[in-house]
């Protein structure tokens, strides 16, 4: 698997993890394993690893997207909107609080409102975080349904109308993916997938 330690620990060293690199993994493993967590699991944590490796190549920094993709959704709470800067201070606590542990949590912070600021790699992890919608059908059918599973406490109607406006939203970005790679890959049937939902929704 691709959250495997000995896929971590490589990572870790280049970083300069402070402390325990082994027990940092299995703290962030434990962590994405939590039972309030559907789709903010370690399968989506999986899957955007997946993409990097397919992408680092045209990235200026790999290891610091790689580094907070792993810290991106550390703390998660579905009815909590602190979750993307509490897993940020994860991020600044393993790394020792060093000029490459803010440029992670800043990298981490972008994931909430996925809009990148001026770094060179920030559209990256917004893309890689998005790149759920490009997937094979099935596989976005199943992504709607765990996160409708994390926000089970919200009445149907009440769901229904706060997530096809949250689907909206991505729809109407121009365009949805900010890197040449992605947009060529995943834009198209992004679009199409999106449809889709909101015409279930409907």
Request: hydrophobic fraction near 40%; glycine fraction near 6%; proline fraction near 4%.
């Amino acid at each position: 698997m691709r959250t495997s330690l000995d896929h971590w620990l490589p990572l870790a060293e280049r970083m300069g993890i402070v402390g325990d690199a082994a027990g940092w993994h299995e703290r962030l493993v434990k962590a994405y394993g939590e039972p309030q967590r559907a789709y903010h699991s370690l399968q989506h944590l999986e899957e955007c690893l997946g993409v990097l490796d397919e992408a680092k190549a045209f990235m200026q920094q790999p290891d610091l997207i790689e580094m907070a993709l792993w810290f991106h959704d550390a703390v998660y709470e579905p009815k909590s909107g602190e979750n993307e800067a509490l897993s940020a201070k994860w991020a600044i606590e393993a790394l020792g609080g060093t000029a490459a542990a803010h440029e992670v949590a800043r990298l981490i912070m972008l994931t909430k409102s996925h809009q990148p600021g001026e770094g060179a790699d920030d559209a990256w992890i917004i893309d890689i975080d998005l790149a759920i919608f490009a997937q094979p059908a099935s596989r976005v059918l199943e992504y709607e349904q765990q996160i409708r599973e994390e926000y089970a406490w919200v009445p149907e109607e009440v769901y229904s109308e706060k997530r096809a406006e949250v689907l909206r939203g991505f729809l109407a970005r121009e365009p949805i993916y900010r890197t040449p790679w992605a947009r060529e890959r995943f834009e198209t049937r992004a679009r199409e997938n999106l449809r889709g939902l909101l015409d279930g929704w409907r």
